[in-house]
């Protein structure tokens, strides 16, 4: 699929469930499923909560099965923001000194196989990869 | 022996349901007000039905732990699905939230 949301403002769900709708994720086992709905809300939440300083902008969601590799790529013009490049949480703290927040990103680089970011003509691009493990 | 009467005051017994996510994280909060606000000491959240958490449902977690914490109380979450407990690995949770 390839779509694109204008505004972003109030699509995060739409946004997810098409993604979950596309016949590719669908057809994946239910563990998949659930990691890449995990994953697609994180990042999409970070891009309503933070790209958009004024007002809201677009958010482009396209999805592609390459062989066995399930790739999503987000874009918007919002604020440049590399969210790889945040610290992971410590997540030795005690529940005392753990911070509220700031787990999202880090959910995404444990639960996929692989993320890029890149700053491209005024836009965040940002990619995420998941094998899919036509065996099991 | 001894008979020990719990009080609804200090007792509560949750079920949560469905899905906590980023549409649903705020009214999540809302409804778990009354614990993060309360007095309760023992909090049992029933996860039996609990089918998804992102993100945003672990910050109400986190917010629900370190209320009933900090007032010397002890919350534990039961029955948990699979691939949600894995969440709760990831982030190092289970390391902070009772889990049984």
Known sequence: MKKRYDPITGKSGAIIEDVMATPEVDAMPFELNFRIRLCVEEVVENVVRYAYDSGSGYMQVETVLDKNIWRITFEDAGVPFNPLEKDDPDITLSAEERPIGGLGIFLCKQMMDRLEYRYTDGCNILIMEKKIDTQA | ?100
Do not use: W
């Open chain 2, 1 to 100: 022996m001894e008979v020990k009467v719990i009080s609804p005051e200090d007792k509560v017994l949750v079920r949560i349901m469905g899905r906590v996510d980023t549409t649903n994280a705020a009214r999540f909060q809302e409804e778990l007000g009354f614990i993060i606000n309360g007095q309760m000491k023992d909090v049992e959240l029933d996860c039996t039905d609990l089918e998804y958490t992102s993100s945003q449902g672990l910050r109400v977690f986190l917010m629900l732990q370190k209320a009933v914490q900090g007032r010397g109380g002890k919350m534990v979450l039961t029955h948990m699905q699979t691939q949600v407990k894995e969440v709760f690995d990831i982030t190092g949770f289970s390391n902070i939230i009772r889990i049984l």
